[in-house]
């Protein structure tokens, strides 16, 4: 079945270190793909996206994610964590050329702070 | 910058009582979608619109109903409330001239007694 997977369901990292989140989907085509955050109590905010051409996308707050097709994976980066990334993270999927405009997401991944 | 409103923040409702969830989105954006969120298991469609008084059936619409009547508003409905729909619910709008990037609102947090 066609989905979004985030592996890591709670990842703890101390402030200044650096960050990756896994993301992996599993369809036929390479989807539009797509990194949001959401902070306690808040919607989703749009990090960065990736349609087509350069793998390596940046995005807000300084996070950059890269495409890899062979491994159909879109995983976030940060290099250097600060207190206020602490919150909820989603990667989603769109896919082209399709009827279904909507976004499939994965179950998220919750990052943690220490100082 | 595009900006998406829900009427409430915070609701409490009793099982039973009809209760609507509004969403308003300043971009002119063609569609529009209502997902529910809830730990562990993400986000889940409930319905969508791409046009005013079109709607389409998301992943769970059981239990809601929506109505779009103008282009910028999209209501979510829900006709009898119940303990399971307790949950965080989320408006977005989107446009195929962005690749339907979508931009959410700032959730509702609805309690059903």
């Known amino acids: 079945a066609q989905s979004v997977t985030q592996p890591d369901i709670h990842i703890t990292v101390s402030e200044g270190a650096s960050l990756e989140l896994r993301c992996n989907y599993s369809y036929g085509a390479t989807p539009y793909l797509f990194w949001y955050v959401q902070s306690p109590g808040q919607g989703l905010q749009l990090l960065l996206k990736y349609f087509s051409g350069d793998t390596l996308v940046q995005g807000i707050k300084g996070f950059e994610a890269e495409f890899k097709r062979s491994q159909s994976s879109f995983n976030l980066r940060k290099p250097s964590v600060h207190w206020s990334d602490a919150a909820e993270y989603f990667c989603a999927v769109r896919l082209r050329d399709t009827g279904r405009r909507a976004l499939t997401f994965g179950s998220g991944t919750r990052l943690q702070v220490q100082p | 910058d595009v900006k998406v409103t829900q009427s409430s923040r915070y609701l409490v409702k009793r099982t039973g009582e009809k209760v609507f969830l509004e969403c308003v989105q300043d971009?002119?954006?063609?569609?529009m979608f209502w997902y529910r969120q809830d730990p562990g298991l993400g986000l889940r469609l409930i319905y969508f619109s791409y046009d005013v008084k079109m709607k389409e059936k998301g992943d769970i619409p059981e239990g809601y109903s929506v109505s779009r009547e103008k282009k910028e508003r999209f209501s979510l409905i829900l006709e009898s409330a119940s303990t399971n729909q307790t949950s965080m619910y989320l408006c977005?709008?989107?446009?195929?001239?962005?690749?339907?990037?979508?931009?959410f609102g700032p959730g509702t947090r609805l309690l059903v007694l």
């Open positions: 977005a709008s989107s446009s195929p001239i962005y690749k339907e990037t979508q931009y």
């Open positions: 971009m002119d954006h063609e569609n």
